[in-house]
């Protein structure tokens, strides 16, 4: 007979985790009875299989006690959720449901908590994500297993929230890399493909949000088109920023090679068409467009960011070292990792954004680099398919 399992997320509305919940759900759905669990099923973006359960306890934006009264009310229809669909284990993604996943413990139901962010670095000093971080160091330690999706992740969660190792499994992202293949030849519209009818393309995907850092991107873009002037830049990705970007590409003066495409639901067909795939994140967890891109084929730049982008890009290596030089991994090109502070000022260039430019401009003129992280691209996605994230699930279940 079947396990029941429950996968727990805040919503299906947007975002890597969420994209990771709908994976996981087909990904499990031949092995385990599974019942997708919301605290909030409206506008939802994502499909996924199985039971759906709205818990009804949408977020809001209340003072702190509104909070807690909502985390109260959450702790207890998951609990009650638990028990009447009899769930052996409820496996919940990002901080808020793994605070009500673990509060809401019972003998019977297995707490299992997937950590999806580099911790230190994504918290500011707000009050709310204090006392976050301090219920996290407090609970964390009590849910049965903990899945952090990188390595430099599990680290912290040992050095810093004092986790037992043994209750600790690293399991990456799972990809679908030939679903992500066929997709990626689709055509593009006329306006799309008329901008990208070059073989001098830079590409990234992802919200236009601090995370991102694109703006150290579009200056180093800058850099890198006053050497080259038939270079483009293509950024795929909803705009969270008010139009900050456009207009420091204005100011740059670049608006006619660089080109923001808004959000669109397959980025894959504009990877496809580009030469060479740009991280600039000031942080992730596991970067997932950074994989995406590899699936296509596309040679790849990172920043030395944490985390992720280190553990991809090498077979193996020594996660306490920083990168302080271009330097080319095994599977693509990792630069040191961006300033943290935002700087928008059009007319100054920090070290690394210099750093990054120079990347950018040595491997798009080298085509015996092209043709080989491309091939390399190709093969390390092969690293992260949907089989074996499978069976690293089925093995903590």
């Not at 998951?78 to 028990?83: F, G, Q, S």
């Not at 992802?206 to 995370?211: A, E, H, L, T």
């Not at 700087?343 to 950018?360: G, Q, R, S, V």
């Not at 015996?368 to 691209?377: A, V």
Request: charge should be neutral; proline fraction near 2%; include cysteine.
């Amino acid at each position: 007979m079947k396990q029941n399992i429950g996968l727990l997320i805040s919503t299906l509305n947007d975002g890597g985790a969420e994209r990771v919940i709908s994976r996981l759900s087909y990904i499990l759905k031949d092995n385990y009875n599974l019942s997708v669990i919301l605290f909030d099923s409206r506008n939802m973006k994502y499909e996924h299989y199985g039971n759906l359960i709205d818990l009804k306890v949408e977020a809001n934006n209340g003072n702190i006690l509104s909070k807690f009264v909502l985390l109260f009310r959450r702790v207890l229809r998951l609990k009650r959720i638990k028990k009447e669909n009899n769930l052996c284990a409820v496996i919940s993604f990002l901080d808020s449901p793994n605070i009500v996943n673990i509060l809401s413990n019972n003998k019977e139901c297995d707490v299992i908590v997937s950590v999806r962010n580099f911790l230190s670095e994504e918290r500011d000093l707000s009050l709310l994500n204090r006392l976050t971080d301090f219920a996290m160091k407090l609970l964390y330690k009590k849910a049965d297993r903990v899945i952090p999706v990188s390595k430099q992740i599990r680290e912290l969660l040992i050095q810093k929230y004092n986790i037992e190792s043994n209750k600790i499994k690293t399991i990456y992202n799972p990809f679908d890399v030939e679903m992500i293949k066929r997709l990626s030849i689709e055509d593009l519209d006329e306006k799309h493909n008329e901008f990208m009818d070059s073989n001098k393309i830079f590409i990234s995907v992802g919200r236009q949000m601090y995370q991102k850092g694109f703006w150290h991107l579009v200056k180093a873009f800058k850099l890198v088109h006053d050497q080259d002037d038939e270079v483009k830049l293509v950024i795929v990705g909803r705009d969270e920023q008010n139009g900050k970007l456009q207009h420091l590409v204005n100011e740059l003066g670049v608006q006619d090679s660089i080109l923001l495409t808004g959000y669109q639901k397959n980025p894959f067909k504009f990877i496809k068409k580009s030469n060479i795939y740009i991280l600039s994140s000031l942080f992730e967890g596991f970067p997932n467009a950074l994989v995406e891109a590899m699936a296509c084929g596309c040679p790849v730049i990172a920043t030395d960011c944490k985390s992720g982008p280190k553990e991809i890009l090498f077979e193996e290596s020594d996660l306490s070292v920083e990168i302080n030089e271009i330097t080319y991994a095994d599977y693509g090109v990792l630069v040191p990792a961006l300033e943290s502070n935002e700087n928008w000022d059009p007319f100054y260039h920090d070290i690394n954004e210099k750093t990054l430019a120079t990347a950018m401009l040595k491997l798009l003129n080298d085509k015996n680099k092209l043709k080989h992280y491309s091939k390399m691209s190709l093969e390390r996605a092969q690293r992260f398919n949907y089989d074996r994230c499978k069976d690293e699930f089925i093995s903590i279940l």
